[in-house]
């Protein structure tokens, strides 16, 4: 890579972590879950600290609520009964509010939940930054997506303690220092790739796990491994998510000393 090169991908990772920073501490980025309620642990519909009555109902969840519920949907004041889906879009947009606050309709395997977005979150008032490593060249390499001839799905625990699905679609093959290392791959609609995977450095100079988003790999397979791009996982800023970990072989047996690091608070 030329030094010209050099230049404009370090001013490019600048713009993006500068861009992840802001939304990691938007009032509905990560910091802002306060809890996730699966319905199955509330027999009853009601949830402690979630206004009105939760059910599940097939293929939706309904919500009946009284004016002392004090809740939205759709922007509108609401009472009586409504049957939701599962919220797709930003968390802003979730169909339910509670004030400022965000009542988003999870599923996840065919059990529902609630989940709960709060501007004014402990988290997010104390978070201060992302620590990162600053950009580096030799952490950017190329690498080769090896597609899968039909999708798979493995079991791994997630940071709730239940182990889930976790699709995979392929794996990206890359080397460093003369040695291929491999990480298995999830195929995004757009034909991005996320990994899930650890490291050396992981639970110790950096948090647990992480991803890596890659963009869709090129007609011929290529695609770069810029490890300087590797995210801290969104149950690194709360621990409500559900965040996957790593599956088997995703563990690289060197220090990925780059990219997101660990969360700080002041």
């Known amino acids: ?33 306060t809890g996730t309620h699966w ?48 919220d797709r879009g930003p968390i802003d947009g979730s169909r339910v509010a509670h004030g400022e606050r965000r009542l988003f309709v999870l599923s996840r395997e065919g059990l529902w939940a609630v989940r709960d977005f709060d501007p004014d979150s402990a988290a997010r008032r104390a978070f201060r930054a992302i620590e990162a490593t600053p950009y580096d060249p030799r952490w950017s390499l190329p690498g080769t997506f090896r597609p899968y001839d039909t999708s798979r799905t493995v079991r791994v625990e997630n940071a709730d ?37 650890a490291d050396a450095t992981s639970g110790h100079s950096s948090y647990r796990f992480r991803f890596l988003r890659p963009a869709a790999p090129a007609a011929d397979g290529s695609v770069t491994v810029d ?37 700080t608070d002041g």
């Open 39 to 86: 319905l199955s642990d509330y027999p009853e519909g009601r949830i402690p600290a979630i206004p009105g009555q939760w059910r599940e109902d097939g293929d939706e969840l309904v919500l009946t609520a009284g004016p002392e519920d004090s809740l939205t949907v759709d922007g509108e004041p609401f009472t009586g009964q409504v049957g939701l889906g599962a």
């Open 227 to 263: 490890l300087n791009r590797a995210l801290l996982p969104p149950c690194a800023f709360a621990d409500h998510f559900i965040c996957p970990f790593p599956p088997p072989g995703n563990t690289l047996p060197f220090a990925v000393e780059a990219g997101e690091r660990n969360r």
């Open 161 to 197: 303690g239940v182990e889930r699905g976790l699709g995979l679609g392929g794996e990206i093959a890359f080397e460093l220092d003369g040695a291929e290392h491999t990480l298995q791959v999830a195929v995004e609609p757009d034909g991005s790739l996320w990994a899930v995977f």
């Open 1 to 33: 890579m030329s030094t010209d090169a050099q230049q404009q991908a370090a001013q490019d990772w600048d713009r993006w972590h500068e861009e992840r920073t802001s939304t990691v501490s938007a009032p509905y980025g990560p910091l802002s879950l």
